[in-house]
């Protein structure tokens, strides 16, 4: 069980996700709840390729899971082998996203167990959302991704202007272009 270090988890957790890796290897994800608000956060997240929009659910398990976050997945040495672990390239953000996607073009599962870890979320900084987002469409072998995670960054970076924001602004912008110029592999 990989987590961050301001996850807890409910006292079942680690069996009931532990028991689904069992019955099923794959990716084994909780319901994350956010410690401040006490909200749901993410019960996994999709990729709309259209509009460039990279989230997390916080209603419903969608039917399609895409990806997972991060802070509290479950799997076994082999699909971490199979996957070649996380892509160091991410640093923080996306990373998560990265390795469920790798997981599914492998058609390995994520799976959604009843239970919950809870975190108080900070999210990403403007620089590292731009940037590991337009890395990771890049990534993908899908041009129409590129192009929308690509425009609604810089549609972000004008909103972000526009509300006299100007550091975040100045951050997400040099965060595409970084993006744009960090290696593939």
Request: net charge positive; hydrophobic share 40%; proline share 4%.
């Amino acid at each position: 069980i990989l987590f961050s270090q301001d996850v807890l988890l409910e006292d079942t957790s680690c069996e009931k996700m532990i028991k689904q890796l069992n019955l099923n290897p794959g990716i084994i994800f909780p319901t994350m709840k956010n410690r401040k608000n006490n909200k749901m956060f993410s019960k996994g997240g999709t990729i709309n390729i259209f509009t460039g929009k990279i989230k997390l659910n916080t209603k419903k398990v969608p039917n399609n899971i895409v990806w997972a976050d991060g802070s509290c997945l479950c799997f076994d040495e082999i699909t971490f082998n199979l996957l070649k672990g996380f892509n160091e390239n991410y640093f923080m953000y996306f990373e998560d996203v990265d390795f469920c996607l790798r997981a599914k073009l492998k058609n390995i599962d994520l799976i959604h167990v009843e239970t919950t870890a809870s975190q108080v979320p900070n999210g990403p900084s403007p620089y590292l959302r731009s940037k590991n987002s337009v890395l990771l469409s890049r990534r993908s072998n899908s041009k129409l991704l590129r192009m929308s995670v690509t425009k609604r960054n810089l549609l972000g970076t004008v909103l972000l202007f526009a509300k006299f924001r100007f550091n975040e602004s100045k951050n997400r912008f040099f965060g595409v272009i970084a993006g744009w110029k960090a290696p593939i592999e």
